[in-house]
């Protein structure tokens, strides 16, 4: 089974002022398609070919093919991370469930934020910051270039792509801003639902 670029769950203008046209064009067409063109030469002829792209995922890491990790692992992220957004997102009115799992596990709303954006900010270079489930509890974690949560024993819920093409056009260098406007005006919490209700 191929992998293929998923046309965006909203139009180019959905996301602005926080995420502009220019930075989905770029990041969703350009980016986001180089990953899957690539992913789909190493996979072709592969002990991979014909896995589920998180069953892909795992072995790639668990083998330590560093080429399939970045290329699968980035389209396996992007393919969420376009529906982690939405138009009027973001904010804290969170569904119950994620709501509870947040103030029991990570110490409430703000403290979830706090610590999410310094994932972000943290993460040196490029990667990913994420809320995951682990052991029936969720928890915040960050990984390097296009590694995921599904590499570490983990399920992401939840993730923010902090590779600069995700933000520079937008935001230059500040990445803090870029993740603050991500969390409080961009998240779909509905789609963070759903993937913490398999998760769990």
């Given at each position: ?9 909203y ?37 991979y ?19 399939v ?8 992220n ?123």
């Amino acid at each position: 089974m191929a992998l293929e670029l998923p046309a965006l769950p909203y139009d180019y203008e959905a996301l602005a002022p926080y995420m502009s046209k220019e930075t989905l064009e770029f990041h969703h067409d350009k980016h986001h398609q180089a990953y899957v063109t690539k992913g789909n030469e190493l996979i072709s002829g592969s002990p991979y070919e014909g896995k589920s792209i998180e069953e892909i995922c795992a072995a790639a890491y668990k083998d330590g093919n560093a080429g399939v990790i970045n290329n699968v692992g980035q389209h396996y992220n992007h393919i969420h991370f376009w529906q982690w957004m939405k138009k009027g997102g973001g904010g804290n009115k969170l569904p119950g469930a994620l709501e509870k799992a947040i103030n029991s596990d990570l110490g409430g709303f703000d403290k979830f934020k706090s610590d999410f954006v310094a994932a972000g900010v943290g993460q040196f270079g490029s990667g990913w910051a994420w809320l995951a489930v682990k052991d029936g509890k969720v928890e915040i974690m960050k990984t390097p270039n296009g590694e995921n949560p599904l590499m570490h024993g983990a399920k992401p819920i939840l993730g923010v792509d902090v590779w600069e093409h995700s933000y520079y056009i937008d935001y230059r260098n500040a990445r803090p801003k870029y993740l603050e406007a991500f969390v409080d005006n961009l998240i779909n919490w509905d789609h963070v639902l759903e993937m913490y209700e398999a998760a769990v």
